[in-house]
């Protein structure tokens, strides 16, 4: 079986250790991870090639396939191609995360160290959350959002598809928020947003 990480950037990389965490593989151990990227064309680490892009790639029979790009709306693109195709779409849930037994983890999603899922909290499919990012319990996470390293969606509350929640952000419990949303770094949100706003603050605006 190999891995295919679609994006062979820096959070590529990441995501590449964190599968050698899970499998017990030496950094180095070769033909069990590859990369797909558009536009890169060397990987940092010789032992993880990039063998192509989504479009030249030749499926392999035993291929799981994990989206490694943090822009929403590439891994939307990078999903959708991925199921027309009825490629494997692989979860990672790297072992120092603490996700609640009674939690929904769907599909495709990545969950990073030191990562929290509540009590009966769900993630749709291909979500990040990234290291120390934290979902209260009773919370829905739509589909390809990205959660940013030590950003907190409180309980109860509503994450639209495609949304992207910065670095240190709060979301205080109850809200709702559309999709294609995006919170700025270090931003509390007291209030529900609608569809495709950007906000970002103290009180987010």
Not at 90 to 113: K, M, V
Request: aromatic letters at 8%; glycine letters at 8%; hydrophobic letters at 35%.
């Amino acid at each position: 079986m190999r891995t295919i990480i679609v994006g062979a950037g820096s959070f590529g990389h990441e995501v590449a250790e964190y599968i050698c965490d899970i499998e017990k593989y030496d950094l180095d151990y070769p033909n069990v991870i590859a990369f797909l990227d558009e536009h890169l064309t060397k990987s940092e680490n010789p032992a993880w090639p990039i063998i192509g892009n989504l479009k030249t790639y030749k499926k392999s029979k035993n291929d799981i396939f994990i989206v490694a790009y943090g822009d929403p709306m590439i891994r939307q693109e990078v999903l959708e191609v991925i199921e027309s195709n009825n490629w494997e779409l692989g979860t990672l849930i790297h072992p120092l995360a603490y996700i609640s037994r009674e939690s929904l983890i769907s599909n495709g999603c990545i969950i990073c160290p030191f990562a929290t899922v509540g009590y009966k909290s769900r993630l749709q499919k291909n979500v990040v959350m990234n290291t120390y990012s934290a979902v209260g319990h009773h919370t829905n996470i739509g589909e390809s959002s990205v959660l940013c390293p030590k950003s907190l969606i409180a309980g109860k509350s509503c994450l639209g598809n495609q949304s992207f929640v910065g670095s240190g952000s709060v979301i205080i419990p109850g809200k709702k928020l559309g999709k294609c949303v995006s919170i700025g770094a270090n931003s509390v949100v007291y209030r529900n947003i609608k569809d495709n706003k950007f906000v970002i603050g103290n009180p987010a605006k």
